[in-house]
Structures are given as structure tokens and as C-alpha cells.
């Protein structure tokens, strides 16, 4: 029996040690604080700022001149974790210099030539933007328009007299109690309540049912015209990656 229990403990521990070996520290080799894989500024550690007499990039935890100098600046000197990481986080500037590295590695160019293809893939990427973002722009004008008007329809004596002859019809008030703003104001609110307490119901369930359908996976405008826009770019460029476009495509504003 003992021997059968030291038997099983040494196989136990030699298949653990030999997974262990077999194990290939992917994870650790990409993060690795090896000279290979780092910049020299970044001294023995390639991580933040730790509490020990080791790590000579910071003095009194503020970083020191020789490590302030190696410090990016710009998205063309970051490494490739770097920019991926921004990527996920929403940079667009990181996207296009991911692009850009995608293009250099696909058409085997140097990095002016794959920012000028890039700059090609962003005027298509551009080409559709106006007719995308038509009704962005008509709401913007539809709500400024209607917040203004409704100053002189509320306030205004003889716009409001106006339209209450053309759209109302309801009975005008004595002289002396349309003396001030504030009188037009109390005459027309009794048919502009309505019109407004009806368009804020309206906006207020729109807003919800727009919340349940995203909670439905059900794409928003916005949501399926960034699609649309993506799966343009993967058709008409379909050599290089895919995740790629769809990050710089969607990662574009008009303005």
C-alpha cells in the first residue's frame, strides 16, 4: 500500500511538472520585461511605478529626466500592445496607426507609403458621411428651430393674436389683460400646453423603446449605419484585416 501511495505521488508530480514545462508562457512573453521587448528608459521593470530602491525611473515618485525622455510622442512610436489597447479604449488616432502597421504588413511598403493607402481608405470611408448624418442634422435643426419659435408663439402678442387666427380660433382676451408678456403668455398657454406636453410624452417614449431594443440587440440607427459603413470598407479592401476597418470606420466623426 505505501509503496502503491509513493508510486501515484512521484507520477503526480512528475505529470505536473512536465505540464508545467509544456506550458508556454504566451501570456507572460508579450508583457515580458525583457531588453529585447522594451525601451531602455524603462530600466529593469516594464510596468508602473513600484516602491523599491530598484527602479531608477522615478526619484521621490516622480519620474526622472532620462525616463520623461523616453516617453512616446506619438502613436507611431508605440509599441504594438500599446496601440491595440487604445484601440479597444475608442482612439481613432490608435486605430489608424493600427491600420497603417495592417497596410505595411500586407503590401510589404514603409510607413509613408501605407499612411498614404490609408489616407485613400479614409476619403471612402468619408465618401457616404454627408447622406449618413442627414438626420443627425435635421434633428439638430428640427429642436433648435421649434425652441426658438416657441418664444414669440407663447410671448409675442401679435404672433400669438396671428397664429390663434389661423390655427386656433379661440376667443381673444380685453386689451388690458394682454398688457404684458407674461398676460400673452397665460392667453396661449392654453392651446401650446398641449402641443408641447404631447411632443415631450412623445421624445420620452421614443426614448424608452429605443433603450429596450438595444437591450434586444436590436441595432439603433447610428448602430447599423457604423455597420453598413464597416462592411463597405472589408468589401472594397477585403487583403487587409478585418477587425482593423471596422475599428477606423467606426471610429470616424464628420466633424
Not at 37 to 44: F, I, N, V, Y
Not at 239 to 247: D, I
Request: proline content about 5%.
Amino acid at each position: 500500500m505505501g509503496s502503491s501511495r509513493g508510486f501515484a505521488s512521484a507520477f503526480n508530480s512528475k505529470a505536473a511538472s512536465s505540464a508545467t514545462k509544456s506550458r508556454p508562457p504566451v501570456l507572460l512573453r508579450h508583457f515580458a520585461s525583457k531588453s529585447e521587448h522594451k525601451h531602455p528608459a524603462d530600466g529593469p521593470n516594464d510596468y508602473g511605478y513600484i516602491a523599491t530602491d530598484q527602479d531608477s525611473r522615478f526619484e521621490d515618485e516622480k519620474p526622472t529626466l532620462d525616463y520623461a525622455k523616453g516617453m512616446p510622442q506619438s502613436f507611431s512610436v508605440m509599441r504594438h500592445e500599446q496601440i491595440i489597447q487604445l484601440c479597444v479604449e475608442g482612439s481613432y488616432e490608435a486605430r489608424r496607426e493600427a491600420l497603417i502597421r495592417n497596410v505595411m504588413t500586407i503590401d510589404l511598403v514603409e510607413y509613408d507609403v501605407a499612411a498614404a493607402k490609408v489616407d485613400e481608405i479614409r476619403k471612402e470611408n468619408r465618401s457616404y458621411m454627408r447622406v449618413e448624418y442627414f438626420p443627425y442634422q435635421a434633428g439638430i435643426g428640427v429642436a433648435l428651430g421649434s425652441g426658438v419659435i416657441s418664444f414669440p408663439l407663447i410671448f409675442h402678442e401679435k404672433t400669438a393674436k396671428w397664429f390663434n387666427k389661423e390655427f386656433v380660433t379661440t376667443d381673444v382676451p380685453e386689451v388690458q389683460d394682454l398688457e404684458t408678456f407674461f398676460e400673452v403668455g397665460s392667453w396661449t398657454w392654453g392651446w401650446m400646453e398641449p402641443a408641447i406636453g404631447q411632443a415631450s410624452f412623445v421624445l420620452l417614449v421614443l426614448q424608452f423603446a429605443r433603450s429596450q431594443a438595444v437591450k434586444l440587440g436590436i441595432k439603433p440607427y447610428g448602430h447599423a449605419m457604423l455597420s453598413m459603413r464597416s462592411n463597405r470598407l472589408k468589401r472594397k479592401y477585403p487583403q487587409y484585416n478585418a477587425m482593423f476597418l471596422s475599428w477606423f470606420a467606426e471610429g470616424e466623426a464628420m466633424y
